[in-house]
C-alpha cells in the first residue's frame, strides 16, 4: 500500500516537474494519477467557491494536462498530433454548443425555419465529431505503452523493463 501510495504521490510531482516537457514517454500511471487528483481538486475548489476558484485551477492545469497527454502518447508510439486533435475537438465542441444556442435565440425571433435547422445540425454535428475524437483519444490514453524503446525513447512502460536485469537477460535470448 505505501509503495502505491508513493507511486501516486511521485506521478502527481512529476505532473508538475515536467509540465513544459513533451518529450519522453509517461507510462499509464503517470497520465490517470494526476488527472484523478486533479478531478478532485478542482471538484473541491468549485463546491467551495462556486466555480471561480476551479476555473483557475482549471486554467493552471491546461499546459501541465496537454504535455503530459503527449507524453502518454508517445509511449503508445504516437505522436502529438493526437493531443493537439483531441484539444481542437474540445474546442469544436464548446464553439458547437454556442453555436446551436446562439442559433436557437436567433430562430425564436425570426420566421425563417431553416436558421433553427442549421444552426441545429451544426451544433450537433460539432459535439458529436468531438465526442467522437474524446472517445478515441481516451481509448489511446488507456492503451499500455510499448514494453521496448520506440520512436520516442526509453522510460514511461519500458522503465520497468529496462530497470530489471532479469527482464533484460530474458528479452536477449
Known sequence: MENQSNQ???SYKQFWIRFLDVKGRS????????????????????ALSGGLLSSIFGIAIIIPSFTVMVRRLHDTNRTMLFA???YISGFIASVGTLVFF??????????????????????VFGIVVAGLVTLY???????????APNNYGDGGSSKAVSNNPLAQDAEVE
Request: net charge negative; aromatic share 16%; glycine share 10%.
Open 84 to 86: 493537439i486533435i483531441s
Open 137 to 147: 483519444i481516451i481509448y489511446l490514453l488507456v492503451l499500455p505503452g510499448d514494453k
Open 102 to 123: 446562439f442559433g436557437v435565440v436567433l430562430a425564436a425571433n425570426a420566421s425563417e425555419g431553416w436558421v433553427l435547422g442549421a444552426t441545429a445540425f451544426a451544433g
Open 8 to 10: 501516486i504521490i511521485e
Open 27 to 46: 507510462d499509464r500511471a503517470d497520465y490517470w494519477h494526476p488527472f484523478w487528483i486533479n478531478f478532485l481538486i478542482s471538484t473541491v475548489l468549485g
